[in-house]
């Protein structure tokens, strides 16, 4: 989402992107990660990762791009965290603590907004985990769907807590071509070994 700062319509960039974190349009056309710190009718004041403040002009071409906030799970290189919007915000555009919540799932800690941790999620490559498709995340022998635990890994076979998930996992398990087998829980209950109430709905309609 690219915005432009204009004298027209100031206000409104200001109560939607003060405050923010988003991309400004160099030059040299390269993307810098920059946090939009004050928005007037006559300038906007931002600063980069190292600091530095810089003025911006209205009506000068001065061009900021936006990322709108997906849940998902992400690879920081550090950890993986998990990303969503605060839903009572949704007047404040881009990225900041007032409108997203962005949890550490190692040690479940929600994490502040900084150059550092969004340059880790949106611009370097994962290391620290396995993350699919924003969405499943292998932390150690732990599976995650977004923030939630659904199974457990080991070097042989994913084990799932519910068969509602199998689908997914066994898709991604295909796709990346994973040595893995895919299996749902047993549970153990009074009357022996069964599987969970949603797998017996599953295969018996």
Known sequence: ???????????????????????????NKRPML???TKVSDTRLLF????????????????VFTFIPVERGVYDTGKTVVYVERI???????????????????ETNDQLRCSF?????????????????????AFIGDTVYLYNR?????????????D????????DIVRDHKLNLEVRVKWLVNCMGIVPCRVCIQARHG
């Open 47 to 62: 600063t980069n990762k190292d600091g530095m403040e810089m003025i911006a002009n209205p009506d000068k071409e001065n």
């Open 163 to 170: 068969n509602l998930f199998e689908q997914e996992v066994s």
């Open 34 to 36: 920059v946090q939009l």
């Open 1 to 27: 989402m690219k915005e432009e700062f204009k004298s027209a319509g100031w206000k409104d960039f200001q109560q939607r992107f003060q405050g923010t974190f988003g991309w400004f349009e160099t030059a």
């Open 149 to 161: 635990v659904i199974g457990t890994k080991d070097k042989k076979a994913i084990t799932l807590s």
């Open 87 to 105: 839903p009572n915000r949704q007047w404040k555009r881009g990225i900041c603590d007032e409108n997203s919540k962005i949890i550490d799932l």
């Open 116 to 136: 550092e941790l969004l340059e880790s999620i949106f611009s370097k490559p994962s290391s620290r985990g396995v993350v699919f498709n924003n969405i499943v």
